[in-house]
């Protein structure tokens, strides 16, 4: 399937997501205002750290060494594997927070009585595991309708949970709903892959594979470096904004305009990692790898550019029809925010290349790198009390990632294949 068919079906997938996260910001912005916003964004950082110690960290590298497999067998062999290492992640994790749920609590919601949230998260944590590595499968083994299927599904779920707790409990209702969706997909998803490998053979007991586990755990870091330090990441830019003698509420304006840019981002990431990274992996000649760049360059650029400047020509109506007019100030982050989508788009196309080629070492080294540069530059703007920081710091971060991945590129490729 060439990038052009999987750039539709993702388009179709990014769509249904692009309109159920619009709602659920809308829905948050009128419930809770621009606190509720930087509160689930905290809780969105913290579940997406305990997702990846309890397993989702090989979601990149399962993706990766299913396309590099010939057989069915094998690949079958494979992912019962990598669940299995995964799901033995997700139970030591568990048993370790149960214990500290009120404290974790505290500092993700500055309130222990959210506790309920929390518990509900560790609860379903398995089948968020579960979900997440088969939908990284389904994207190795080219099942590209299933795998489109199971981001529209947990989108469409997502919503309506959303929408009825928060209806139910408010504030509260909007956390736990995104704590728990994932149990709905479970279902979903496991009749997938019993289709694929089949009940009696799902069920078959089997040895583990240490030799393999042990090449998927290294490839791993790449995925724990990119997971740990850009929610870290966000986590510390919102603590130096909200410290900061910047307006009131200007992190929760700050968290919308981020909502509203990675959501852009979504539509350049899901097409990136479904076609390039799978293509590249396979690519044998610094020649092929040139040319899936240069096809998928062809199409993202172009699409990343327009996109961005739509969004900004109507950022005012799209603040009043996806928060309220209370998020009105944040319509003077827009030009630099998206100004760095539009580079960033760029970096990220040659940061997939050393992703796909299972560069750990430049992957993290650059990861820690950009991140470093992020914050410090966020808060040096921030002291010196420019008005704009968060959003002209990204700007100048995705200009300084851009270099830095097309210097390396040119550096480290020819090496690749001689």
């Known amino acids: 399937m060439n990038i052009y068919k999987t ?33 689930l964004g905290n809780f969105q950082n913290f579940s997406a750290i305990i997702q990846m110690f309890a397993g989702t960290m090989y979601q990149t590298a399962t993706t990766k060494f299913t396309s590099e497999l010939s057989s069915d067998e094998s690949r079958k062999v494979f992912i019962k594997n990598l669940l299995t290492l995964a799901l033995i992640q997700c139970a030591f994790v568990i048993l370790v927070l149960i214990f500290y749920v009120d404290e974790i609590s505290f500092k993700v919601f500055n309130d222990a009585n959210n506790d309920i949230v929390l518990l509900l998260f560790l609860l379903c944590l398995p089948f968020i595991v579960f979900c997440i590595i088969l939908n990284s499968f389904f994207n190795g083994i080219q099942y590209i309708r299933w795998f489109i299927g199971v981001n529209i599904v947990s989108a469409i779920t997502n919503l309506f ?5 928060g ?58 470096s990119s997971i740990l330090i850009s929610n870290i ?18 992190v929760g304006y700050w968290q919308g305009v981020w909502n509203l840019s990675q ?3 979504s539509f350049i990431t899901i097409s990136l990692s479904t076609y390039l990274l799978p293509a590249i992996s396979k690519s044998e000649t610094y020649f092929q790898v040139k040319k899936e760049l240069l096809v998928s360059a062809r199409l993202i650029i ?32 827009f030009f630099w925010q998206f100004s760095g989508n539009v580079v960033k788009s760029i970096s990220w196309l040659f940061g997939f290349v050393f992703v796909s080629r299972g560069m750990v070492k430049i992957t993290v080294f650059t990861e820690v790198l950009v991140a470093i540069f992020f914050i410090f530059t966020c808060n040096f703007f ?33 090496n690749e294949f001689q």
């Not at 704009?388 to 040119?410: D, G, I, K, N, R």
């Open 7 to 39: 750039s539709f079906l993702s388009l179709i997938a990014t769509i249904v997501k692009t309109l159920s996260l619009f709602i659920v910001n809308k829905f948050v912005a009128v419930v809770g205002g621009p606190v509720a916003l930087t509160q």
């Open 161 to 165: 949970l959303v929408l009825i707790f």
């Open 167 to 224: 209806y139910l409990w408010g504030e509260v209702g909007i956390y736990s709903a995104f704590a728990v969706y994932y149990f709905l997909v479970f279902f979903f998803v496991l009749k997938k892959i019993i289709i694929y490998i089949g009940c009696r053979s799902f069920l078959t007991p089997f040895y583990l594979d240490f030799t393999l586990l042990k090449k998927v755990l290294f490839f791993s870091l790449i995925t724990i």
């Open 233 to 250: 990441t966000l986590i510390v830019i919102r603590y130096i904004i909200s410290s900061s003698t910047l307006p009131n509420n200007y």
């Open 263 to 265: 959501v852009a981002m």
């Open 302 to 333: 172009p699409f990343s550019f327009v996109l961005s400047i739509s969004i900004y020509i109507l950022r005012e109506y799209l603040v009043i029809f996806l928060f309220t007019k209370e998020f009105m100030p944040m319509t003077d982050m």
């Open 382 to 414: 921030v002291d010196n009390g420019v008005l704009e920081a968060p959003v002209f710091a990204y700007f100048l971060t995705a200009v300084f990632h851009l270099v830095l991945m097309v210097s390396l590129f040119f550096r480290v490729m020819k």
